[in-house]
């Protein structure tokens, strides 16, 4: 953990979708009971939630979601984007989301994996968008820049997004995962490296990390499956975060990670039985990919809000009339900057 | 000097629609049967008849005897650099031809001049000899590296497992190569970009004594690389990165000709860039023509540091020049009608000469090797264009 990164500059999110979080708690107690948590509660869900003593933390409510943001909006917390609230109502630097299906991983040793201190120091050491490192994180204890990169990149940017990645069950989509059952990811990479510039990538919201002060409106609820469901098959809301996110990062100046920390997701789910869901988000990613491949923001977008309200009106314009689901996600992304402008503490900070 | 974000993809967006197949039915889309988890994992094919290793050396190659488990049912091309006098001992047992300055001369004749001398840049004379599909280069001071396990690297298998599979340039998979066993495309991940494109160009790693420029050295002498990280995968297209020719493999008949490796050594202001150029050209072309280039796995062991103020004074005039090669080769916009790597080449080399001349005249003379170059590798190669449409070489 980076000596100058105080705990309370770190809020923990975590979207509750299963009741009993006693065993994810008790799991993740010795990493996460130093800081403070933001549990929020899928408004959909029936169950009373079971969290053990001994944590700091605030829990968030269907009540408490309504009250804030009113019972109309509030719908677009459900699912797996009941964590976008937590994100909201944050007031910290950093934030570091893992899904509830995750334990902490342990590394290559045999030795337990603190996620959270690997997130922060992804976030806190320069990212390296502009010139590729064969060495990866240049950063690193034990690394460097090769020869061959040049002086002037070598201070880097600031980065805004650390994506972690998982151990055992990988976030596969439903058909892969159906067509290879029993195949579980045991390969545990000992890098982390900077996603270059124009590069997109699947941002998976299972094991993210992210400056809020300086990139927090970007991470949005906004394109929601017609046949969304409660399992990371059966969803593509944070793919469509993602791409936002790195296409803002992008004209803002911002690195986005990717790589260690890993996390040790559990099995859950069913994935032939996702199948039937899922194809509607497969399909999507064809238009979606090319269309953020090529959206350019304007030199006028100098803050995340902006530059969020731009990729808004490109949906808009572009995607919109290609299918409905687009059109309801731009105007998603409209409502949520204003949402963010009057819940969230002000960001307006340009990026580095 | 900060770099703004000047690069542009060469053309948005990055699927080119004549290539976007309508979606495929479940089974079709995903990677080949071949990878369900029934099947067995197929061998690595040797490939001991289209593959030539191209080393160079001034000294001797006493390094071969640990790589000959690996490397003797290949063809060997020796580039002996330095002294021709000189008598380079090649051990028992291996395949090879041996080429020194008296015969690259011989060869070349005038165009000779294009091939550095006292420098390792003189290797890729071999790669413009060699007949064969493949070329696997390596440093005579890279040994075999073991793996977590304590296991040998096999660096050849490794690197014909990454040129014989897919690269995937153009959406990033955060679980690294999607053709490895044990790991596949994210969600996330268009059908539509899953079959890859053919790989130009497999770039591996070294444990050890990492390939730092000279003042890192001379900052951190002792650090050593001793992550092995185990994982391969493909630089998106329109990134940049340092090629580093020490463990390096690439298919010969696709990109044979953009792998120059300049003028450096005797006569020259500058050393220890000829692999960064050749890497800054070779991608450039690769994402115009649609190949990939894939960086990671296999580790060497390498052995040798090389003296950091000799490497300084090679250097210098590259760590400043580069800050001028970056954004050019970032902004570098191949035409439409260069289809073949060759018609690439040229025209790269004559931006070269247009826009770097003014930095150095060492540039225009540069410019003008890349052209004598390619007419020599024509020459020595006639058998035509290489062009873009090359089918995929056999995958896993």
Known sequence: ?352 | MLFPPLYKPPFPPFLPSHTRPSIPSPCFALKSPSFSPMATVSPTPLLKDELDIVIPTIRNLDFLEMWRPFFQPYHLIIVQDGDPTKTIKVPEGFDYELYNRNDINRILGPKASCISFKDSACRCFGYMVSKKKYIYTIDDDCFVAKDPSGKDINALEQHIQNLLSPSTPFFFNTLYDPYRSGADFVRGYPFSLREGVPTAVSHGLWLNIPDYDAPTQLVKPLERNTRYVDAIMTIPKGTLFPMCGMNLAFNRELIGPAMYFGLMGDGQPIGRYDDMWAGWCTKVICDHLGWGVKTGLPYIWHSKASNPFVNLKKEYKGIYWQEELIPFFQSVALPKDCTTVQKCYIEISKQVKAKLGKVDDYFNKLADAMVTWIEAWDELNPSGDISAKIPNGASK
């Not at chain 1, 943001?69 to 009941?82: E, H, L």
């Not at chain 1, 590069?199 to 017609?226: D, H, K, Q, W, Y």
């Open chain 1, 1 to 352: 953990m980076s000596l100058s990164i105080k705990d309370d500059e770190i809020d923990i999110v975590i979207g509750a979708l299963r009741p009993d979080l006693t065993s994810f708690m008790n799991e993740w107690r010795t990493i996460f009971s130093r800081f403070h948590l933001i549990i929020v509660k899928d408004p959909d869900l029936k169950e009373e939630l079971k969290i053990p003593e001994g944590f700091n933390l605030d829990v968030y409510k269907k009540p408490d979601i309504d009250r804030v943001v009113g019972t109309s909006t509030s719908t677009i917390f459900s699912g797996y984007s009941c964590r976008y609230f937590g994100y909201l109502v944050s007031r910290k630097k950093y934030i570091i989301s893992v899904d509830d299906d995750c334990y902490p991983a342990k590394d290559n040793k045999g030795i337990l994996v603190d996620a959270v201190a690997q997130h922060i120091t992804n976030l806190t050491t320069p990212a390296t968008p502009f010139f590729f490192n064969t060495l990866y994180d240049p950063f690193t204890e034990g690394a460097d820049f090769v020869r061959g990169y040049p002086f002037s990149l070598r201070s880097g940017v600031q980065c805004a997004l650390s994506c972690g990645l998982w151990l055992n069950l990988a976030d596969y989509d439903a058909p892969t995962q159906a067509l290879k059952p029993e195949e579980r990811n045991s390969r545990y990479v000992d890098a982390v490296l900077t996603v270059p510039a124009r590069t997109l990538m699947p941002i998976s919201g299972i094991n993210i990390a992210f400056n809020r002060e300086v990139i927090g409106p970007a991470l949005l609820p906004s394109l929601r499956l017609g046949g969304e469901g409660k399992f990371r098959w059966e969803t593509m809301e944070d793919i469509w975060s993602g791409m936002c996110v790195k296409v803002v990062c992008d004209h803002l100046g911002l690195g986005v990670k990717t790589g260690m920390p890993y996390v040790w997701r559990n099995d859950r789910g069913d994935a032939i039985a996702s199948l039937r869901k899922e194809w509607e988000g497969v399909k999507l990613m064809e238009e979606v990919v090319p269309f953020f491949q090529s959206v350019r923001l304007s030199r006028e977008a100098t803050t995340t809000e902006d530059c969020v309200a731009e990729v808004a009106n490109v949906v808009k314009e572009q995607l919109g009339s290609k299918d409905p689901m687009f059109a309801r996600a731009a105007k998603a992304m409209v409502d949520w900057v204003k949402l963010w402008k009057s819940v969230g503490s002000s960001t307006s900070s340009p990026g580095a």
